[in-house]
């Protein structure tokens, strides 16, 4: 029987800490870029992920994720012998980590399905019904993240068994989330007045703290998937802040090449991508492979945002171009930097790896895009996918919400400003002293 390690246990639980402070970050991220007349719903897109998921991922999630899938399908689905949580307690469950608590190990990876479909909102921000965001969102963590995750990350997934890397979900969350994105942004059409109407960042403050929580946060996303304190964790604390500082600078040097300015909205997104990037190569490379994996994600995003105008999508807060793109250019850097000299139980960077990581990324986007068409297809007969056109010309957080994220400043006619006149002295009696 597997002994409980207390040090990695609390390594773990602090690390599922931090990947959940990311969809706050993500929060006020997504919030910030976003038109001030929608900052309230695009906000709280993620927040509802952090109930719905987490709810959704307790009663069958997790189970179809990780638990031991059944005969012909077992490398693809887990089975439901955990549904509800039934059987997770204290005792490690040696398959998936064999130091800590299972109920750590639940909690952890419960952090990484509430953000991945949180991600998915920044491209239908201002369009798409908030209670259809809700159902999507519970639907795609079970029938597109959780298959995902068991094919990569269960013991008996099948691109486990062929030996595809990804340490804390390049292919899971973020090529994952990005295919969805782009899937969902052109089922949804674009927004009404794009690509005429600005739609510039309405709060820059905010995204650099959305960015730094999200940096911040990622440290445990990145090293806590090692799944104790130890070497690997440790290095992949370092690449992760490498390659985001990478990244960042890349962006702003960019700008400044082509634009003359360094915007903080550049080296925020490039940051982001960097963090993107870094996430299924943390635990295999070093810091040197870092920095390269950092500043090329950086040049990949760039390129994708830049040309998404040509396109005519309305990937609102450029999901696929951030997430999509550095995920997959992370996981295909993968196949080529990882080294067994970082981390014993990866591989040495090959062409049969780098054509493993092409094989997972595309099965995973193959997957992610018609199980995601499917989804919105059901919700687009029985629920409809977007607001009305006054709804979305007026912004949909009064009428999804009965919220604005600003307070109007209230008009009202200066007060009238009366003169005081002294009261008239009053008559003393005789005698009285004054």
């Given amino acids: 029987m597997p002994k409980v390690d207390s040090g990695d246990t609390t390594f773990v639980l602090l690390s599922a800490a931090l990947v959940l402070l990311m969809t706050p970050g993500l929060a006020f991220f ?5 038109r001030r007349r929608s900052v309230v719903n695009t906000m709280m897109m993620s927040f509802v992920a952090m109930g719905a998921i987490g709810v959704a991922w307790a009663l069958a999630g997790y189970s179809l994720a990780f638990a031991p899938g059944h005969g012909v399908l077992a490398p693809l689905l887990g089975g439901l012998s955990r549904a509800g949580l039934a059987g997770v ?15 750590a190990f639940v909690l952890f990876q419960a952090a990484f399905a509430v953000i991945t479909p949180a991600l998915v909102s920044g491209a ?13 969102s519970v ?14 990350w269960a013991p008996d997934g099948w691109l486990r068994h062929l030996g595809a890397l990804d340490f804390a979900g390049g292919t899971v969350v973020h090529v994952n989330a990005g295919t969805a994105a782009l899937v969902a942004a052109m089922m949804l059409g674009p927004r009404r007045g794009f690509p005429k109407a600005a ?20 440290l445990g996303f990145n090293g806590g998937s090692a799944l104790g304190a130890n070497g690997v964790a440790s290095g992949a604390f370092l690449t992760t802040f ?20 360094m915007s903080a909205t550049g080296f925020a997104t490039g940051a982001v991508a960097g963090l993107v990037g870094i996430t299924p190569a943390s635990g295999y490379v070093g810091p040197m492979a870092a920095l390269l994996v950092g500043a090329g994600s950086a040049a990949v995003s760039w390129l994708g945002v830049r040309l998404k105008p040509k396109t005519g999508l309305d990937d609102a807060l450029d999901v696929f171009g951030v ?36 094989m997972a990324s595309l099965a995973a986007m193959a997957w992610s895009a018609v199980a995601t068409f499917g989804i919105l297809a059901a919700l687009r007969a029985t629920m409809g996918l977007r607001v009305d056109a006054e709804v979305e010309s007026e912004g949909i957080d009064p009428t999804a919400h009965g919220e604005q994220g600003y ?16 009261p008239e002295p009053r008559p003393q009696p005789a005698g009285e002293n004054v």
């Fill in 323 to 358: 997430h999509g793109l550095a995920g997959l250019f992370g996981s295909l850097a993968t196949g080529v930097l990882a080294s067994i000299a970082v981390n014993p139980y990866g591989a040495d960077g090959s062409t049969r790896l780098l054509g493993l990581q092409a």
């Fill in 139 to 152: 639907l795609w963590s079970l029938l597109v993240y959780a298959p995902v995750a068991h094919w990569v």
């Fill in 242 to 261: 490498l390659a985001a500082s990478a990244a960042g600078l890349a962006w702003v040097l960019m700008e400044q090449a082509l634009h003359g300015r």
């Fill in 407 to 422: 307070a109007e400043l209230e008009t009202s006619p200066s007060p009238v400003v009366r003169e005081e006149t002294a």
């Fill in 89 to 103: 307690g204290a005792e490690p469950d040696a398959r998936l980590a064999a130091t800590v608590p299972q109920t």
């Fill in 124 to 136: 239908v921000a201002e369009r798409m019904k908030f209670g259809t965001f809700v159902v999507f």
């Fill in 199 to 218: 739609a510039l960042p309405h709060n820059v403050p905010f995204v650099l703290l959305g960015t730094g929580l999200l940096w911040f946060g990622w």
């Fill in 30 to 34: 997504y919030g910030g870029l976003i």
